[in-house]
């Protein structure tokens, strides 16, 4: 049989290496199960799929099974992605022996039900962001984790921009104490692909299946990541929300039809924060920026430095150091591709910059260690409830005229 | 006597020139007397001589006098920025036959007086922002004014960055409609000067004198160029203020003398608001951001494009337009050095850029062009009250746990 | 048997797929074989394990073998990046049946005699850039691609860069006229990994493994480049080469020894060039420019408008469009990740950048197009062999006082 | 007398001041003549106009006269730009008593005999670069200064750009030893005026009034500075000019009409060099590169570091210091605007940035201490003659087929 789950007809490539020869110096295989196989499905088979082949890794991975309702799109799925298996049911899923981590792309109204039968099924798992669409559902999901994690398992939610090199050499830069006391947190994700009004009403704009709007969407990316660059947690909120535009063509519909249904979400969420230190921090999430594609942008000022990322240029990092004599400082562009940077080691040599796609590979790993070593993982289901009350905090907010809002502990 | 108020002890100079031969194709003169020579005033005074050398300007400013408290500095002051005469008693150069405009750039806390008392004597004012230390003193002054304007006075706040050729083209593009709806607009007026806790004391940090912080200094300056751009005046803010630092050294004081006194304003200032087309905004404004010197930024974001302005880059406007096919689109930085563009048909060539003090330059431009037409000016005293209305609707929602405070019309 | 090759121990993952499930809807296995296994042969499996998991292609790439000169670490090699051979021999890797395309990342010395065989042997070739050490060398390999032609083989060069989407992009719109007759292309390939004078002697450094220095290595790419991107030949060239740096440790000697090595190669190479079009180019190619990680850099200017990239930042491409009003004309970048750019209906959503990495998946894709299609392929060997002519004229004129020296057609 | 050749009609303003009474603090007169009031004129007068306003200096700037052919049109110019006195006779300008510095704002080809007239007549001169036309008279002008000197004068070569401020800090810090051994220096100054193929032929496109094209004009500015920053004489260049579009409208001619003339200089210059130290350097000069409008950058390449300049964005400096570990490393901003930066103790607060005309008000500082002192001046007569050498060196090798041309010492 051929490399890389492709069947090879006519015996090619059965030659010099046969399973006996090497697998004394391989790591033991991880099973891994994916639940929905669209962007996101895609993206963490792409960091299953490489993760493997780029680090020295504990556990190896092996995708087992994809699983989607409709049977022939999710096998022709599994070929494409490169899963041994195909289901249809994700209790099945859940229940393969050949499954030992179950990974969660679906859309946030499923979460809660499938996270908490893996985890009672003794999985470990990967939830994509955000962890729910709601705070009990996250603390349900939390509870499970929690229980499970006594058994030796983990639970991780999948918030990957904290494994972009640069986001990861920034936490570490503050963890050090190269910013000194924070003043300001200043951070924004801004895309544009509801900008035109007639763009369709997908399930991302319907509050039954995506929970929120940008504020879940983008929103929730930011407060995680603010509070990962900090090493800090949001004490309390001020926001404001609003939908642009109300009504949208149904998607699906007939082109040009007259169709069209309520968007029941918000469009942009605009929040200003307090964290524990007496810094002070603002957020915006929107999809109404135009030209604006994935630019998520965090700045982080404080007495020593400040350090700032934008998305839409990953692999750089903008630091200035405050304890330089003011004749020669400024904000100096890293560019995070040095063998000593987070996840460097094992990539190309120096300027040779890595893709969106890397962080599913650096979760992937992260993830694989975790559950070799029996510690963390970063971050858990305990972190991702804390960003959904951060997330309910704002809708108190602006429902009740952008009143100070506490964070619950 | 010899140029610009300058002694001409070997009476040279005199032979070529006589008044007699050249005054038949010069504008007729407009005295100017400024209140005030410190930073501010070194600008105006910039903008004074200069403006009448570069611009066809229907009144040639002459710089007849300047006043401040000390005698001796005064003298000094007024030989080195080219005032022909000095004056300790803003009464008395008021008063001056040879002074038509009072130019006032002293602190906020007397503005009113200085701007009313001026206007009741006839004359037109230009006046530094923040137009006033609090609303009433500001409805005073804007009631000055309109009964002024009906005697042909003109009074002109000092929102000079307005004046950037970039963010004067911008506005002309918004008023063209090349970003169509608004959605959002995005400022922050960034400075670092009060990082270190052992920053003197000086009267911007103390309620008394300067009204507020970072709010009125940065803030002012933001709010308006917010208004200004969008053509819209903001409808209601939700805000956060903060003293990180609340004792300081007194300014004057023996070096590293115990003697320390109580910062009475704001490091700090962030807010949320509303526009009336329904658009939402944020701003900050803070001396706390390590690193960033000036950066006064500011980005709208709208249906049929996007234009962003960073005053570190002055010479420079972003512009997104989104009707243009994807497939070419994208930010392009508009080198605004074409004569094309405000202001610049009298200055250098394409990509010669012109700095901060040039700003000072077109509003004594602009002053003279009210002044001579009758018309404007803009912003007026008016346009100052209002921003002052914001600037209170701040701290009153920062007083009230940031509940979403309307601004009066 | 598991997933992806990798063995299955415990029988896992057996259950729901099995070939003839799933082979009817696959596209037919073209089987690779890979001398080489460093850092090029390691982007390279990465190209190859990818491109079918993302892109539709006619044949699907089986990474058959990989070929190195040590048992034991070439099979770590291919368990690493996933290979299901190994082999020691390049010939009898050549030889195997389930090879069709032999994929060759070795130095420069080996390319003619890898290829020619291979050739011959009927197979499919992608060669790494610099085709050859020499003309000759690359006179041979061209003769020998052209008669494979003939008989329905592919042989293509591997100058990764073009496969940029951005570089992409540039090419396409110059192709659509968008930047008229052309005036100037500037180029710059800058790297400082050399700046340090203790820096190993590597093969790099040696004439006769690498053939030249930053002038092969760097040089090659951006000759390629300019070509491709303006779809002209180098008419001439003027050049002049230095080697800063003559002496260097010898590489694997005991850690501060005293042996050292001559560098035979040059450290820089610059040289000014004409195009048919009368055109003038710049070029330059240095490991001597202290910060710059991996700027390959490249301007063209034209009547109608201006292209500019940065490999640095390589999910970007300004563009000027001269034929715009002067008012708002400017470069704009371009985020190059849109659906409708080059290779991006297969990726991510906009704004979802890409890496290195993926020249080399799009290099696989294009490959297996050309070897479906019988078309192409693009750069092929005679492209690189003027390559290796330009590279000739350069040194060349080096030699002889920098004058100006043709290139042979 | 009016304030700076201003009438004051109605003796308004001659209450307060007296000269008697500011005499005493004043620094003594020093009177300027300046000869041609066009672009150069404009930018020179702004100079003379401010230095006095914002530096302590020794001497006074008095702008006693200028000088041009057309009485009534030098007549206007002299009210609008701040002259006293007009003049139509260069050689009337040199004889007045109240011209103390003769100030050469011609084209190339009048530079020689006013500037040797001048010294020749005790006066100190600053003139226009490129210093002549021809190096027959830069050595006749050279000889003339250096005779001159013996008697106390000052003759100084207007090369501008040693004046903005990051360019005279990336000076100090080449001095300073932060770049440590030089590699590399890579200089274009791009401009796009000469793209449209119907610009008219003004006299800066003709041989007899320019001395050459793009490279006289733009190629001067960069030679100069490429030797300013490195310290260093280039030692020999290898050459390539073209120009591009032969035949063009003459200037002044009908709209459409049919009368063309030839272009008899350069459209652009490339050539590469060789310092003393070993550094290669690259050169390009252009009025072809659609879209940049004053790109005068460089970019110098040290051992120990880096440090890069754009013109158009004049504010900032980029600097890399290879010292610092890699994992911290990157190119700095430093935004130029500290008082510890050269120039701009006396400018204003840091973020607030200068313009193009600053470097004429820092010349004109700069020749006023020289004058003052009896040292310097930088760039003296021999420093222009020197840079025409290279200009000649250039022309030389681009007409022999771009041979290798060593400049004379």
Same mark, same amino acid.
């Given at each position: ?24 110096? %391989? ?17 963490? +088979? ?34 494409? %992605?490169?899963? /041994?298996?195909?289901?249809?049911? @994700? ?47 996250? #603390? ?34 503050? /963890? ?17 692909? %509801? ?7 997908? @399930? ?30 949001? +004490? ?45 921090? +603002? ?20 007495? *020593?430095?400040? *350090?700032?990322?934008?998305? #839409?240029?990953?692999?750089? *990092? ?5 304890? #330089?004599?003011?004749?020669? /400082? ?13 996840? *460097?080691?094992? @990539? ?31 971050? +858990? ?29």
């Amino acid at each position: 049989m051929g490399p890389k789950g492709q069947p090879d007809p006519a015996g090619r490539g059965s030659a010099a290496a046969t399973p006996e020869q090497r697998t004394e110096h %391989l790591a033991p295989p991880l099973g891994i199960g994916m639940v929905g196989y669209a962007f996101m499905g895609a993206a963490h +088979s792409q960091g299953w799929r490489t993760a493997g082949r780029v680090f020295d890794l504990p556990r190896r991975p092996v995708l087992s099974a994809v699983c989607g309702r409709d049977p022939a799109a999710v096998r022709v799925a599994a070929d494409r %992605l490169g899963w /041994a298996a195909a289901e249809t049911d @994700w209790r099945a899923l859940i229940a393969r022996d050949d499954v030992d981590v179950v990974d969660i792309c679906t859309p946030g109204d499923s979460h809660a039900e499938i996270a908490i039968a893996a985890l009672e099924a003794g999985k470990h798992v990967l939830c994509e962001k955000p962890l729910a669409n709601t705070v009990e559902e996250a #603390e349900a999901m939390a509870a499970a984790a929690e229980a499970a994690r006594a058994r030796g398992q983990v639970a991780m939610v999948g918030f990957n921009y904290r494994r972009v090199p640069a986001t990861a050499l920034a936490r570490r830069m503050v /963890a050090e104490g190269r910013i000194g006391t924070l003043r300001h947190v200043r951070v924004a994700y801004l895309q544009d692909w %509801l900008v035109d009004p007639d763009a369709p009403l997908t @399930w991302r704009l319907r509050k039954e299946s995506a929970g929120s709007g940008a504020l879940g969407d983008l929103g929730a990316h930011i407060i995680d990541l603010a509070q990962y660059l900090t090493g800090e947690r949001i +004490s309390g909120v001020s926001a404001l929300t609003e939908t642009f535009v109300r009504e949208r063509p149904l998607a699906g519909g007939p082109s040009g039809g007259a169709a069209r249904g309520q968007v029941t979400v918000d469009d942009a969420a605009l929040f200003t924060a307090r964290l524990p230190s007496g810094a002070l921090a +603002s957020f915006e999430a929107t999809r109404f920026a135009s030209g604006r594609k994935n630019a998520l942008r965090i700045e982080l000022n404080g007495e *020593l430095g400040s *350090l700032a990322f934008d998305l #839409e240029r990953l692999n750089e *990092l903008s630091f200035h150091d405050h304890t #330089e004599p003011g004749v020669s /400082a400024g904000f100096r562009r890293i560019l995070v591709t040095e063998p000593d940077h987070p996840y *460097l080691d094992a @990539w190309w040599p120096p300027g040779h910059g890595l893709g969106y796609e890397h962080t599913f590979v650096h979760q992937a790993r992260d993830l694989v260690h975790a559950i070799a070593s029996g510690t963390g993982p970063d971050p +858990s289901f305990a972190d991702g409830l804390q960003v959904q009350r951060v997330l309910a905090a704002v809708e108190e907010s602006a429902a009740k005229n952008s009143v100070y809002t506490t964070v619950p502990a």
